[in-house]
């Protein structure tokens, strides 16, 4: 069954992982960031992306993840990517308490809209400056 774009925010960091996503190679990507981590800071890095989860996910996720930091320098859990359009919706569609909260999720969505973000995978708005968030784990 087919979550709804409401259901699919409400659930968090989802309890079954999806599965892996592929790599889009026609989206603008982040460049590969360098290699300034020590082995115990990239180990600390790996501990810190784990905590996320369920440590029933720790011995599927921590290869997949030291990959991504092997091959991008970052975590950004790409796997989380959400499978929804990323676009600013109108506030109505958003679940919230207040106008307030939903208006932040519809700006952080717009900062994401593949024709507004400059890296929109690896969370990069435009301006390259920033990220909206440090990983995909974080928009839940």
């Not at 020590?38 to 369920?54: G, I, T, V």
């Not at 975590?75 to 207040?98: F, N």
């Not at 690896?122 to 909206?132: D, H, S």
Request: aromatic content about 12%; glycine content about 4%.
């Amino acid at each position: 069954m087919k979550m709804t774009f409401q259901e699919q925010i409400l659930q968090g960091i989802p309890s079954v992982l999806p599965n892996p996503k592929l790599y889009q190679v026609e989206i603008n990507h982040a460049p590969k960031r360098k290699e300034i981590l020590s082995d115990d800071e990239k180990k600390l890095a790996l501990r810190n992306a784990l905590r996320y989860f369920e440590p029933k996910h720790h011995a599927e996720l921590l290869p997949e993840f030291k990959a991504e930091l092997e091959t991008y320098g970052r975590i950004y859990m790409y796997r989380l990517r959400p499978d929804y359009k990323m676009y600013a919706r109108p506030i109505s569609e958003y679940p919230g308490k207040c106008e307030q909260a939903k208006a932040i999720m519809l700006m952080i969505q717009n900062n994401l809209d593949y024709a507004v973000a400059q890296h929109p995978h690896e969370l990069i708005t435009y301006g390259g400056n920033g990220a909206v968030f440090q990983n995909w784990a974080n928009i839940y």
